[in-house]
């Protein structure tokens, strides 16, 4: 059993092995994908080194990479940046995981191609594939999903398929998922905890069934390519349509604990459309200019309204951002083996039309030169990369229903240089060593610059800061790494220096009996070790493990920065037995994960709880155990109906995830078991 060769795209001046690229990378694709496959992206990933996910029950995922997330991590669909809102904790991406083809991660700064929002590194979503024949016919093919969570009660029913031609080709597909509450395991409760036990201040306040954790989701994604003498053109459209409740943190809604649940609704909603072209000038350039359009609006009702008494006008944020690329991409040029340059024009339009400010409404344009090259020397292969970047952010008053902090048009102005410059070094066949030093940036987003209002999921008034500069990093990789026919290995450690880190501060004033919180910036550094391990110890038995540590730190105050997960140790072990009878390509999988104690930093979201009369923000160390086996059924001839089930929480631990946004008042899911069958469509 050999482990499977991949060719990474994402973060690189060419495709190419991530054996051999200046920056970790990873790629999820095939029959990995499709068993890691989750509803959102954070949980499809959170199985990777350095890569950790903030989660909110079953229905939000929102990546983490190296102890950043957010706005500094950048999140792509084919290479172009998308905006999902991400100021708020658990602002998920709109992604649906099914619906595409492969997802490569980048560790590390990663502003040279994709401009601000990379310092943490970067996600890219491939989409369905739109690929042409060879032989002149035409090829069709696709799956179905059907799918049961037990947990949460959640059914999936997805379809998706292509049809290949030698000139047209086609690919879509649709997926509906819809879920109950999640349950917790049943650990007792006091309201109010007992004096003579005040231990009893950390129970959850709630346990069970969580009132208000459904949601339901439609997403869809269709396409279309044209090839002829000039080149290719593809056009796709993706569309995310979400309703969901969140679970509030008493007393955020109008009744206190002890009078039961109370939930807050929102809508999501999130279209694309691009078009891509992919034109051969010559023998050595290629010349793939994109157009982009983006739509996203976020509404969100008032704390204690949820989403069944429809939507109360709270807030309501939405924006248009249109892209364009044009990007050049050359074989050997002079002293240069491979490379790209490109041009990127951004611009976003919001509008802010709810009743509450959080977020303003106004304009962000963005224009971004790079150039990004690379050279191999006998073993050794460097890579080089410089972008300039030009932003302007404006908050416009006009464009904000609600009262806003400033008068008119207010605007901030950033320029900022970024570059790179890294490589590796083959030292045999199977042995690598590889580093990178990367600088990267921020520009503030409309949220931080003038947010100003109650922000209802985190039980907390947020107010903005005009005067913030951009944030610019230094980040620096060094990483061995080794890969033969049965055995991958990698060790990592990383430096990642932040001047101008934005955070949020406790002012330690209340508005109305919440707290209230004022972005600040100061400079930070965060370190940390990626170690990776797999092995093939029989024909029919993978080992593997993966440790990560990350420490992440407010240079003037010595305190941790908010959101850094804790240590994390993973170890899996699958067995593949030839068959078990009539059941083909049988697999077995059990994972354990030890996550250390983790103590909350001042302003994390959520910290109150660390001093309020239940609930925690600081987490103690767990160990959860989950289970997987699937299996085949079908003839040799042909794609066969691919059975899974798999139980997250096996034992059905009692445990708080230190990223988990519901461990302030409740406890992290339980015993959930996951049912899938994917049946292939045509041939």
């Known amino acids: 059993m050999a482990l499977e060769d991949v060719i990474v795209e994402a973060g690189t001046p060419s495709p190419g092995s991530p054996l051999y690229q200046a920056s970790q990378i990873n790629v999820l694709q095939g029959t990995e994908k499709a068993r890691r496959e989750s509803a959102t992206l954070g949980q499809t990933l959170d199985h990777l080194p350095g890569v950790d996910t903030v989660s909110a029950g079953n229905q939000v995922g929102k990546p983490v990479i190296r102890g950043l997330s957010g706005n500094r991590v950048r999140i792509l669909s084919n290479g172009i940046g998308t905006d999902h809102q991400q100021f708020g904790t658990r602002h998920s991406p709109n992604v649906e995981p099914f619906l ?79 879920a109950g509450n999640v349950t917790v395991p049943d650990d007792p409760t006091f309201f109010p905890p007992p004096s003579s036990d005040p231990s009893k201040r950390h129970a959850p306040a709630y346990t069970g069934e969580l009132d208000y954790t459904d949601f339901e989701q439609l997403n869809a994604q269709l396409g279309v390519g044209y090839k ?189 240089t970024s570059g790179s410059f890294g490589g590796s070094y083959a030292l045999t066949d199977r042995l690598t060593l590889a580093s990178n030093v990367g600088r990267g940036f921020r520009a503030p987003s409309l949220f931080e610059l003038y947010a100003d209002g109650q922000h209802t999921g985190v039980a907390a008034v947020q107010k903005g800061n005009q005067d913030l500069d951009a944030e610019k990093s230094l980040n620096t990789d060094l990483a061995l790494r080794w890969r033969s026919t049965r055995t991958a290995a990698s060790a990592t450690v990383y430096r990642n220096a932040i001047d101008d880190y934005i955070y949020l501060q406790d002012t330690g004033n209340n508005d109305n009996g919440l707290p209230v919180f004022r972005y600040r910036q100061t400079d930070a550094v965060l370190s940390g070790v990626e170690l990776t391990a797999r092995a093939n110890v029989t024909e029919t038995l993978e080992l593997s493990t993966t440790y990560s540590a990350v420490d992440g730190e407010n240079d003037r105050t010595g305190n941790d920065l908010p959101l850094q997960p804790a240590d994390e140790l993973q170890v899996e072990g699958t067995w593949t037995p030839s068959s078990w009878g009539p059941l083909r390509n049988p697999r077995v999988r059990l994972s354990l994960r030890h996550n250390a104690s983790k103590k909350a930093a001042p302003g994390e979201p959520f910290s109150q709880f660390d001093n309020a009369p239940f609930g925690t923000a600081s987490t103690d160390s767990y160990t959860v155990a989950d289970l997987r086996v699937g299996f085949s059924i079908g003839s040799s001839v042909g794609s066969p109906v691919r059975f899974n089930l798999e139980v997250r929480n096996l034992t059905d631990k009692s445990y708080r995830d230190f990223l988990d946004t519901y461990k302030g008042y409740a406890l992290s899911p339980g015993r959930d078991v996951r049912m899938t069958v994917k049946v292939p469509l045509g041939g």
């Open 228 to 416: 002829a003498g000039f080149g290719e053109l593809r056009l796709r459209y993706t569309g995310w349509r979400n309703e969901h409740n969140f679970l509030l943190p008493p007393p955020a809604g109008k009744k206190p604990p002890a009078e039961g649940y109370e939930g807050v609704g929102q809508r999501l909603e999130n279209d694309e459309l691009r078009l891509d072209a992919m034109i051969p000038l010559d023998g050595n350039w290629t010349f793939k200019p994109t157009l982009a359009w983006q739509r996203n609006q976020r509404q969100s009702n008032g704390g204690g309204v949820p989403r069944n008494e429809l939507f109360d006008g709270t807030i309501d944020i939405e924006f248009d951002q249109y892209t364009t690329r044009l990007e050049a991409e050359h074989a050997q040029l002079g002293v240069f083996d491979a490379g790209r340059v490109g041009l990127e024009y951004r611009t976003k339009q919001q509008e802010s039309r709810g009743t509450t400010q959080l977020s303003p409404g106004g304009q962000v344009d963005n224009l971004g030169v790079f150039a990004f090259e690379e050279r191999t020397l006998g073993r050794l292969t460097l890579q080089a990369g410089l972008r300039q970047d030009w932003t302007e952010t404006v908050g416009e008053s006009s464009e904000t229903a609600a009262p806003t902090s400033f008068n008119g048009r207010d605007g901030n102005d950033y320029s900022v």
């Open 100 to 178: 595409s083809e492969r997802i490569e991660v980048v560790r590390g700064a990663s502003s040279i191609l994709y401009g601000s929002d990379g310092l943490g590194g970067a996600v890219d979503v491939k989409p369905l594939p739109l690929t042409f024949s060879d032989d002149g016919g035409r090829h069709n093919g696709g799956q179905a999903l059907l799918g049961h969570a037990t947990n949460n009660d959640q059914n999936d029913l997805g379809l998706k398929g292509s049809s290949e031609g030698a000139n047209w080709t086609f690919a879509g597909g649709l997926i509906h998922r819809n």
